[in-house]
C-alpha cells in the first residue's frame, strides 16, 4: 500500500494518520521539491499545542539562543515535492516589535520583543531547510510613518537581523521604506492589503501592512512570553501590529475610536459599533464574565476590554495564521513594558517554546503556563462564542511536548508554571483591593470537561498506522490511536522474527501518539512491527532501503 492509498484508507477510517520522519531522505527521493512543509503532525492537529523546552541559562546568551531558533525551524520545517507551501509564495512573519522607547536592543528592555537572537536563528533554519530569504517578510504597523514609533526599528537590533539574513524589514516592492508610508499613500497590494470584515462588530474594513493578509502569503505569528494589561501578550495580541495606523490600536476604548474624521470612521468602523459593544458588555456581565464588572469607559475597564476583544476577533476572524508562536526562552512579567512588581519589569528562564496552528489555543495554555487561570479571561470566552476556538478551559486542549521532533502528549499537571504577573483588571473597586501586580488565578468553573476534546478528536478504536516514508532510509514514523489509558508496547522485528528494536514501553493516555524508529546500523530489508495494548494487537511491514 502506498502512502496514497493509505491516507485514503485512514480518511476512510476516520482517522488522521499524517506522518513525517524529517529525514535527509526528503531531500534524496525529491528531485526538485516545490513545497517547504510545516510539520505533518502538527499541521493534521490544529486542535493541538505543543511545548518545546529549551536549554539557555541567561537571557544575553546570544548564541545559545540562535541554536534554539536554528534547531527549532528544523525540527517542524521541511521541503516536500507534494503538498505545503509552493516556495514560489511569501512567508509574512510578525514577531512582536512593538514600541519599546528606544529600549528594545538593551539588557534591561530585551523582553519586551521577540528575542532577536532567537528569530535570527529561526530564519536561518528556514533558509537550511530550502525557503529563500528574499521571500520572507518581518513587518511591524507601530513603525509606519503615521503610527506610534516610526523610528523606533533602529533600536530593536532587528535592522542587523535582516542584514545578516536577508529578509525584508523596512523595505517594500515600491521602493518607498516603512516609516516613509501613511494611510494617505499607501499602494494596494504592494504596501497594504485591505479585508473586509463581514462578522465583524467594531470593524468593517481592515488593512494591513503587506504582506499580512496577502493571499500569496503564510503567516507566521512568533510572540513574546510576556504579561500586559491585557493579561499575557502573546499570540493573539501579537496579531495586532500587523494593522495599518490608526486601525492598530485596538486598545483605545469606544469613546476615543468615536473621535475620529468621520471619513476614516465611516470607512473602516461599524456606525452601530457603540451601541453593539454596550448590548455584548451587559450579556457577559450577566454570564458571569470574571472582571467585566470593573467599572469605566477606557481599556482597562470591563466595558473597555469588551471593545478591545471585540476588535481583536474581528480581525482574527478576517486572519489564516499558518502557525502561532510563543518564544519563551525567557518570559517577562509587569506591564510589557518596563514597569512591573518592585519597580520594573522582571525577566525570567522560563525556557519554553510553545506552539500550534491555532493562536488562541496556544495563548490559553500560554496563559496556563504563565501562572493564569484562561477561563477567568474575557477575550477567551469572546473568542469561542465568535467559533474561533471550541474551547478555553486548558484541560480541553491536547497538548504534546516537542522532544527532537518527536510529540508526546502529556497532561497540564506534568508541565511547569511560572508567575508573570499583570495589572489586568485590578479588582481594587467595590471593596476590593487586590495588589496592582497580580495573577489572574482564581478557580474557575469550567463545567463538565469533554474527555474527547484532550485528545485530538474522537478515537473510538486502536489505530496503528502505517509508518512513513515507507520504503525509507535511516528514520521513520510511526503514529498510533488510542481510545483509552493503557500500557502500550510498540516493537521491531527483522524478517526472521527477532525483536531488534522497542520503541515504546510504557503507560500512555488516550488520544493520537507518534513515535520515531532510528534505523542506523540495520541492514536493508523487510521489518516488522507491532502495536500491543489492552490485549490489542497490530502489525505492519516496512522496508528500510539503504
Avoid at 536549554?55 to 545559545?64: I, L, P
Avoid at 501579537?238 to 475610536?257: A, K, S, Y
Avoid at 508496547?489 to 501518539?513: I, K, M
Wanted: proline share 5%; aromatic share 12%.
Amino acid at each position: 500500500m502506498d502512502r496514497r492509498e493509505f491516507m485514503k484508507t485512514a480518511a476512510l477510517a476516520g482517522t488522521a494518520v499524517l506522518l513525517n520522519p524529517w529525514d535527509v531522505l526528503l531531500r534524496r527521493t525529491m528531485a526538485s521539491p516545490k513545497y517547504f512543509r510545516l510539520h505533518p503532525f502538527v499541521e493534521a492537529h490544529p486542535e493541538a499545542v505543543f511545548i518545546k523546552r529549551t536549554n539557555v541559562a541567561v537571557k544575553t546568551d546570544s548564541e545559545a539562543k540562535r541554536r534554539e531558533g536554528f534547531n527549532f525551524a528544523k525540527e517542524i520545517f521541511s521541503l516536500s515535492d507534494t503538498s505545503g507551501i509552493p516556495l514560489s509564495r511569501k512567508i509574512a512573519i510578525k514577531p512582536n516589535l512593538t514600541c519599546t522607547g528606544k529600549v528594545g536592543n538593551t539588557v534591561d528592555g530585551m523582553g519586551i520583543l521577540t528575542d532577536k537572537d532567537f528569530m535570527d536563528g529561526m530564519i536561518e533554519g528556514m533558509k537550511d531547510v530550502g525557503f529563500p530569504a528574499e521571500r520572507m517578510y518581518m513587518r511591524e504597523g507601530n513603525w509606519l510613518g503615521d503610527a506610534y514609533c516610526p523610528t523606533d526599528y533602529k533600536y530593536t537590533g532587528y535592522t542587523e537581523v535582516a542584514e545578516r539574513t536577508g529578509v525584508h524589514l523596512l523595505d517594500f516592492p515600491t521602493g518607498r521604506m516603512i516609516y516613509q508610508l501613511n494611510l494617505t499613500i499607501l499602494k494596494e497590494g504592494d504596501e497594504v492589503i485591505w479585508k473586509d470584515v463581514p462578522d465583524g462588530v467594531v470593524f468593517k474594513r481592515i488593512g494591513y501592512v503587506a504582506p499580512f493578509n496577502d493571499p500569496d502569503a503564510w503567516l507566521l505569528d512568533v510572540a513574546k512570553f510576556k504579561a500586559h494589561g491585557m493579561g499575557l501578550t502573546l499570540t493573539v495580541k501579537n496579531l495586532q501590529g500587523m494593522c495599518v495606523h490608526p486601525l492598530i490600536h485596538f486598545c483605545e476604548g469606544v469613546d476615543r475610536t468615536k473621535k475620529y474624521p468621520k471619513d476614516i470612521f465611516d470607512a473602516y468602523f461599524k456606525a452601530d459599533l457603540e451601541g453593539h459593544v454596550a448590548e455584548l458588555h451587559a450579556k457577559h456581565l450577566k454570564e458571569g464574565v470574571p472582571r467585566w464588572d470593573k467599572p469605566g469607559r477606557n481599556w482597562n475597564s470591563g466595558y473597555g476590554m469588551e471593545m478591545w476583544a471585540q476588535r481583536t476577533c474581528d480581525s482574527l476572524s478576517v486572519t489564516n495564521v499558518g502557525l502561532a508562536v510563543v518564544e519563551g526562552i525567557y518570559g517577562r512579567d509587569g506591564n510589557g513594558f518596563m514597569k512591573g512588581p518592585g519597580g520594573k519589569a522582571n525577566d525570567y528562564m522560563t525556557n519554553v517554546i510553545i506552539f500550534g496552528k491555532n493562536p488562541f489555543k496556544v495563548d490559553i495554555i500560554g496563559h496556563w503556563l504563565g501562572g493564569h487561570e484562561p477561563g477567568n479571561f474575557g477575550l477567551f470566552h469572546i473568542a469561542k462564542e465568535r467559533g474561533l476556538t471550541d474551547t478555553f478551559n486548558p484541560h480541553e486542549i491536547p497538548v504534546y511536548l516537542w522532544e527532537e521532533g518527536v510529540p508526546k502528549l502529556v497532561s497540564l499537571d506534568e508541565l511547569e508554571r511560572f508567575e508573570l504577573k499583570t495589572y489586568y483588571l485590578q479588582r481594587n473597586y467595590n471593596g476590593q483591593n487586590e495588589p496592582l501586580w497580580h495573577l489572574v488565578n482564581e478557580p474557575y468553573d469550567y463545567g463538565p470537561t469533554s474527555v474527547e476534546a484532550t485528545e485530538g478528536g474522537k478515537p473510538e478504536a486502536y489505530v496503528l498506522g502505517q509508518n512513513y516514508p515507507n520504503p525509507f532510509n535511516s528514520s521513520t514514523i510511526i503514529e498510533y490511536r488510542l481510545p483509552k489509558d493503557g500500557y502500550v508496547t510498540l516493537e521491531v522485528f527483522n524478517s526472521r522474527g527477532q525483536r531488534v528494536d522497542v520503541l515504546v514501553r510504557g503507560w500512555r493516555r488516550r488520544g493520537v501518539h507518534m513515535a520515531v524508529w532510528n534505523a542506523d546500523g540495520r541492514a536493508s530489508g523487510v521489518y516488522i512491527y507491532r502495536l500491543r495494548v489492552d490485549g490489542f494487537e497490530r502489525t505492519k511491514r516496512m522496508v528500510l532501503v539503504r
